[in-house]
């Protein structure tokens, strides 16, 4: 059986909720992503940010804000005015597909994986993309040399 820890990310970008949302926007520019965990000073996991809540926390766009005043208005605001505390998590040993019913059901796109209040990887909807995609090529390779195998 597949588990969360098959498929979550561990290479992680964290940040902690002092921080402002100037370094988690910037943080997520520089790695392309859209979810950012939030942890304390010793590695638990406190929170999460996502790239929806960046958006909302934003000036309006037709309010005519340029992209410095913008800047300088995340750099007074710190994670923790935005973050989302109560958040779905996932343990490592929790089987994948439950994990893919909950991002399903609930329309998270990600799971943060903790194990003893430490957060220890992430699961998004973007892991399971590219799981369909390598089964999909794996299927495809088997049924083109289940072909070729019958042929003369």
Known sequence: MLTTRDLMTEDLIALRDSDSLLAAKRAMEEAHIRHLPI???TGAFVGLLTHRD??????????EID??????????IPIKEVMRADVALAS????????????LTQKYGCL????????V????????IRLSLELMDALEASETATVEDLEP
């Open 67 to 76: 992209n410095d005043t913008q800047e300088e208005i995340y750099s007074g």
């Open 112 to 119: 943060p994986v903790v194990a003893g209040g430490k957060l």
């Open 121 to 128: 990887g992430i699961l998004t909807s973007s892991d399971f």
């Open 92 to 103: 490592p040993e929790l089987p994948l597909r439950q994990a893919a019913e909950v991002l």
């Open 39 to 41: 942890v304390d000073a």
């Open 54 to 63: 960046m958006l909302a926390a934003s000036v309006s766009r037709l309010a």
